[in-house]
């Protein structure tokens, strides 16, 4: 669209553009144009642009300002992204579907919306879920350089984990021996791997595993991924004093593997042991239940106490990292 613009060299655009702003005079509805090493800013009252500034006529686009659903609904609904799968958690269908309809006429990057439609069930940690909008529930989350290939339907992943997965691998030496018993599609094992660790994951979910070795070849360490399916008590054997480092994130079943845990840690190990407590003990059954499962064989020092998020009402998803040594 045709509108007036002060007119002047790009060296001396940004002064312009401030000095222009201080008079409220840039308008706010058309983009700066930048053609060859001319600035053209548009402003909204020509005539009370200073003299020592040139006023032309010129074709600025309109600026277009980002659509959110908050926009659309005249409420900010709650929603996560994976990948671009749009996942809601309404109780209402009719509002869901409303969010649904407002995502889809935003500017969120999604091709399906879907509403939980149950909690995380089965010993394969997997929900029901109500598709909204779009059918492809297939999709590539990114995270932190990583790409992870997934379909909700068949595997359980938590977007919401990325930190603290990023907290872990931080730890990580190369060369380290790391296993992780409860890996999913990979979200702890191809960065731990890309940090230069030899990784062995398991994880009863077919599906999940398969998704795994995909990710590890997506992401370039399939050379440092060993990946099984079945349950990893089976496999201990193979793997007897084999970890530097075990990756525990199976909250409210995680203690029924530190016999396994300490079956599988080497002279040296380090567990990132993830439970679900209350907040009156957050910390303290799930230090006693290591002790119990280690002591005497191993010394026991608890490096960190930490705090993941709140999983329900008065209830915390909470991380021990926990060093086992051996003299």
Not at 40 to 67: C, Q, S
Request: proline share 6%; aromatic share 6%; with cysteine.
């Amino acid at each position: 669209m045709e509108v007036p613009c002060v007119r002047v060299p790009v060296a001396e655009g940004e002064a312009t553009r401030q000095r222009l702003a201080d008079a409220d005079l840039v308008d706010p509805d058309f983009d700066i144009v930048v053609e060859d090493d001319t600035l053209y800013i548009p402003v909204t009252d020509p005539d009370a642009v200073p003299d020592a500034l040139g006023v032309a006529v010129h074709d600025a686009p309109e600026r277009r300002t980002p659509t959110t659903p908050a926009d659309r609904l005249g409420f900010e609904p709650t929603y996560e992204r994976l990948g671009d799968i749009v996942i809601v958690d309404e109780d209402d269908p009719e509002r869901a579907c409303r969010i649904a309809d407002a995502i889809l006429e935003s500017d969120v990057r999604a091709k399906t919306v879907v509403n939980r439609a149950s909690k995380v069930k089965g010993e394969t940690r997997v929900r029901d879920w109500d598709v909204l909008a779009g059918s492809e529930t297939e999709t590539v989350h990114r995270e932190y350089g990583h790409e992870f290939a997934l379909d909700i339907t068949q595997v359980y992943f938590s977007p919401r984990l990325a930190t603290e997965r990023h907290r872990v691998v931080e730890q990580v030496d190369p060369g380290e021996n790391a296993f992780d018993m409860f890996a999913g599609v990979g979200p702890y094992a191809i960065p731990l791997a890309d940090a230069g660790a030899d990784v062995v994951a398991t994880d009863i979910n077919e599906a999940a595993i398969d998704y795994l070795r995909e990710n590890a070849r997506r992401n370039g360490v399939d050379d440092r991924v060993t990946a099984h399916a079945g349950d990893v008590r089976d496999l201990a054997a193979a793997y007897e004093d084999w970890a530097n480092r075990l990756v525990m994130n199976l909250p409210h079943s995680a203690g029924e593997f530190l016999d396994t845990a300490v079956h599988l840690a080497g002279d040296d190990c380090t567990i990132h042991y993830y439970d679900i407590q209350h907040e009156d003990d957050l910390y303290g059954p799930g230090e006693r239940a290591i002790r119990d499962a280690a002591e005497p064989d191993y010394d026991v020092t608890v490096e960190t106490r930490h705090t993941v998020r709140s999983y329900a009402p008065h209830e915390y998803n909470v991380c021990l990292d926990v060093r086992l040594t051996q003299d």
